[in-house]
């Protein structure tokens, strides 16, 4: 039965990797859509001087909402991106958890050991740290790392959808400007 329950942990801990993959892959769409209105300013800035010649209110109005979601997709996109602080910081749990399924702790990396990887140094011994890793709860140690890339994705997961949700409105705030402007010369 123990057994049962560490496979499934660890089916588990690499069905969530593998969502944070994707979902980090997914952000390259993203990016892609940024960079539509970046690639058509010049036609968008046309656009909009025509906007704002048909009526002021609401040109400035869609343009500032473009703007708006345009730089919500950017910021959300990135902070997709980024990394988020320690996850093991928000999990309650007791001292015997070490972390051992990712190494947590083992290296001391600084800032500037990180561009250079001069002074990287390793927290424990070889030896010091098989005694340790020999009286870890294994199951314990994979609920928790489970629970840190859970936390993890969840946040990924809601950064991306506002992000998207950004994106789709930046694309609609410019079929609906151009869409007006359509109109209004087809009127004319």
Wanted: hydrophobic content about 50%.
């Amino acid at each position: 039965m123990e057994k049962n329950k560490n496979n499934f942990l660890i089916a588990s801990i690499s069905d969530i990797q593998g969502n944070i993959r994707a979902l980090d892959n997914k952000v390259i769409a993203i990016i892609i859509i940024l960079a539509i209105p970046v690639s058509q300013l010049k036609f968008l800035i046309s656009v909009y001087m025509n906007l704002f010649s048909i009526n002021a209110i609401i040109g400035f109005a869609l343009c500032s909402l473009l703007v708006i979601s345009w730089i919500s997709c950017l910021i959300f996109t990135f902070y997709s991106i980024l990394s988020i602080d320690n996850p093991s910081h928000r999990i309650k749990s007791d001292e015997n958890v070490k972390g051992y399924f990712y190494g947590t702790n083992l290296f001391s990396v600084s800032c500037w050991d990180s561009l250079f990887l001069k002074k990287a140094t390793i927290n424990k011994d070889l030896e010091t740290y098989r005694k340790d890793f020999s009286a870890i709860d294994l199951e314990k140690e994979l609920i928790y790392e489970q629970m840190k890339l859970v936390f993890i994705r969840e946040v990924k997961s809601k950064r991306q959808k506002i992000a998207l949700t950004s994106a789709f409105l930046t694309i609609v705030f410019i079929f609906i400007s151009q869409f007006i402007v359509l109109i209004n010369s087809n009127l004319q």
